[in-house]
């Protein structure tokens, strides 16, 4: 399964890229941001969850308790948070680098981002201050001006119903927030 989703992968990052060259003009992405992994809830698919947790056996062991660490933290604020909404920075994120880039959800590949969802055009977050698409979109009237949207929706789910993934026949299981693919006390291995 995870060489098809290799393979899968391959081919939809090949699409992205095009939609990203499409988009360039208004994209604001350079190394070194990391907005996108700041504050969230990172919708993760068991499989999805399987593969960064694959890539997290080939960190250096420091790292792997470091980011151990980060999700025992999380996992604890979680807990206090009594079933409220709970976004996090994600515990993959170490000095604004992601220490499993290569592994990254199906998530992580779209940010930054915008395409059309449910007839609407769905902008990252991060054109609410002054990066991606700010040059398209008004805060204070949500008006969005944007004359070539990507037409394709690309939330996880519907990308494993896309006609791409359903030529890897992926079985991706249940979807989550990341946070609740880590057990508690984590203990990975
Ligand atoms: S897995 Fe990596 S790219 Fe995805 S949210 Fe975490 S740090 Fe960001």
Not at 82 to 85: A, I, Q, S, T
Not at 116 to 143: M, Q
């Given at each position: 399964m995870i060489k098809r989703y290799e393979k899968f992968l391959e081919k939809f990052d090949q699409k992205l890229e095009t939609y990203f060259s499409l988009h360039k003009d208004l994209i604001k992405c350079k190394k070194g941001c990391a907005a996108c992994c700041e504050v969230g809830e990172y919708p993760f698919s068991r499989l999805e969850s399987e593969y960064i947790m694959f890539g997290f056996q080939t960190l250096p062991q420091k790292l792997r308790t470091l980011v151990k660490n980060n999700i025992s933290e999380l996992k604890k604020i979680k807990l206090e948070q009594?079933?409220?909404?709970f976004d996090y920075r994600?515990?993959?994120?170490?000095?604004?680098?992601?220490?499993?880039?290569?592994?990254?959800?199906?998530?992580?590949?779209?940010?930054?981002?915008?395409?059309?969802?449910?007839?609407?055009?769905?902008?990252?977050?991060?054109?609410?201050?002054?990066?991606?698409?700010?040059?398209?979109?008004?805060?204070?009237?949500?008006?969005?001006?944007?004359?070539?949207?990507i037409e394709e929706d690309l939330r996880i789910d519907k990308i494993f119903q896309s006609d791409l993934a359903k030529g890897y026949e992926l079985e991706h299981g249940e979807i989550r927030r990341l946070i609740d693919w880590f057990t508690t006390p984590f203990d990975s291995d």
């Open positions: 009594n079933g409220k909404r994600c515990p993959f994120l170490v000095e604004k680098t992601c220490v499993l880039y290569k592994y990254r959800g199906l998530v992580c590949r779209t940010f930054g981002l915008a395409y059309v969802a449910d007839g609407v055009v769905k902008l990252p977050e991060c054109a609410n201050f002054g990066l991606n698409y700010s040059e398209i979109f008004d805060p204070e009237t949500s008006e969005i001006t944007l004359s070539n949207p």
